[in-house]
């Protein structure tokens, strides 16, 4: 039977990255996606600016909104301090059996707790199901309507608090403007766009960080 992509993009991993090796794991994606095949993985640009946003504010409990192949689980989970957790739903068995074994690879599975289900269902259950209140960073990259609906459902649910930071990708293409007018003119947020590319092309995008204020 034909693979899918993931399943090339892990082939990718297993073949070119050294195990327990997370920036080899994330150069064998970015290689893999340039020169291969095109996946809507954050990418190395984005994925720079991620990373320097990460480090300063070296969460200590942080959740992912779709995980996909898990390029951004590793290239977060790779920043965190020991006691660090990151959370990362994904509601695509295949998805989620792929971003497995990509994070197994990079030597991260410790640090990571990749849930498969809904953010709706499971957003209001991670304060009693892993004993987090409250996460010092999200990055939402799962479907791009709903990431509105899940800030609001995280606010609900007592799950930001003063100084949380909620970075956004895909705010210009393929665009949340929804979210965008939201994190911008709220009040309770200190919204910062990152003007970038779409991951791997010239395109326009880039990432919206948002400082909850309480
Ligand atoms: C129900 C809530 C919910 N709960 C749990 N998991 C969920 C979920 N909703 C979705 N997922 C999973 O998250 C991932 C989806 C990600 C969606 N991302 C883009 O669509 C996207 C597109 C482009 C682009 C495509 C084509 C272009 F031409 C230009 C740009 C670029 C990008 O960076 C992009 O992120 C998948 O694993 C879903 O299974
Ligand atoms: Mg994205």
Not at 10 to 28: C, H, M
Request: proline share 5%.
């Amino acid at each position: 039977t034909q693979s899918t992509r993931p399943q090339r993009l892990l082939s990718a991993v297993q073949k070119n990255a050294t195990r327990g090796n997370p920036r080899s794991v994330v150069r064998a994606i970015d290689e893999f996606c340039r020169h291969k095949e095109w996946a809507m993985n954050v990418g190395d640009e984005k994925g720079c600016i991620l990373d320097s946003i990460v480090s300063e504010v070296n969460p200590v409990t942080v959740l992912e909104l779709g995980t996909y192949c898990g390029y951004s689980t590793v290239r977060i989970a790779s920043l965190l301090p020991p006691n660090a957790k990151l959370i990362t739903l994904e509601f695509n068995p295949d998805f989620a059996a792929i971003a497995r074994q990509v994070i197994a690879w990079a030597g991260l599975q410790d640090k990571v707790q990749l849930v498969e289900g809904s953010s709706g269902d499971w957003i209001p259950k991670i304060q009693e199901q892993f004993g987090i209140n409250t996460f010092d960073l999200v990055f939402l990259d799962h479907w791009k309507d709903r990431y509105l609906p899940d800030t609001k459902l995280m606010e609900k649910c007592g799950l930001l608090r003063k100084g949380s930071v909620l970075v956004a990708d895909n705010v210009i293409c393929p665009g949340t403007p929804d979210y965008l007018e939201y994190v911008r003119s709220s009040p309770c947020y200190k919204s910062q766009y990152f003007i970038s590319h779409l991951e791997y092309t010239k395109a326009e995008d880039g990432l919206e960080k948002s400082v909850f204020l309480g």
